[in-house]
């Protein structure tokens, strides 16, 4: 995913709370090899600084953070590689429609080095569970179609020529006409639970980093961030 692509995603996600005759929305992948690889790396190599990094979890955020707020129900259709990016996708959709060749998980162990933000390892965590979160993490290993059905994360697993039809079954949108045509999209409990974590990673880092900048200026030295 470039940078255009995601800003194309926000825009489709205004246009579906704007919109009334849309009710239902449906993320799909281009091909049979990936639903999303992740964000081009190639948009990383005029990073300078930590700084950039930082403003680039920021920029994702408001991203995924719009996709998780639609008005409308959400649902991912999964066929190949839901991996990086393409994983917090999928995790901030209502429902995941997963094909039994469909592979999830955040492999940058092996590719980039870089840690989660606080935002993204809230779906993680609220989705998979501590025990899962840390081995996709620290092995970089991937979960089967199959597994993550078996995790809860897919709602319904299907044959990989059958996706499409049953995400196009699935799909026809009850949910405008039965709230009464509000158009209104209520934050579910379990949603509500996961912001909250979500809050308290959040504190958790700042204050980390507070008590290090503290240290280091006391003792007028360089700040030692050791991501700990």
């Given amino acids: 995913m470039t940078w255009e692509m995601y800003e194309g995603l926000h825009a489709a996600c205004e246009r579906a709370g704007d919109d009334p005759a849309i009710k239902v929305v449906v993320l799909r992948g281009a091909g049979d090899k990936a639903f999303v690889a992740g964000t081009d790396i190639a948009q990383f190599e005029d990073f300078a600084s930590g700084a950039d990094g930082v403003a680039y979890e920021a920029r ?10 639609v008005d409308v129900p959400t649902v991912v259709a999964v066929r190949g590689a839901c991996v990086g990016g393409g994983l917090a ?5 209502d429902l995941r429609v997963a094909t039994e060749s469909a592979r999830f998980g955040v492999p940058i162990a ?4 870089n840690c989660l933000s606080s935002n993204s390892m809230s779906f993680l965590l609220f989705h998979l569970g501590p025990a899962v979160t840390l081995d996709l993490l620290l092995r970089a290993e991937l979960l ?16 990989d020529d059958g996706l499409d039809a049953t995400v196009d079954e699935g799909s026809q949108p009850r949910a405008r006409d039965d709230l009464g045509g509000q158009g209104n999209h209520p934050p579910s409990p ?12 959040r504190r958790v880092r700042q204050r980390r980093l507070r ?16 991501g700990r």
Avoid: H, M
Wanted: net charge positive.
């Fill in 190 to 201: 379990q949603t509500t639970a996961r912001r909250r974590r979500r809050r308290r990673l």
């Fill in 110 to 113: 092996r590719t980039l080095g």
């Fill in 60 to 69: 994702f955020t408001r991203i995924i953070d719009r996709l998780e707020n």
């Fill in 211 to 226: 008590r290090c900048r503290a240290r280091a200026f006391a003792t007028k030295s360089p700040p030692q961030w050791r």
């Fill in 144 to 159: 089967t179609g199959p597994e993550a059905y078996a995790q809860g994360f897919v709602r319904v697993l299907t044959a």
């Fill in 89 to 93: 996708i999928a995790a901030a959709c």
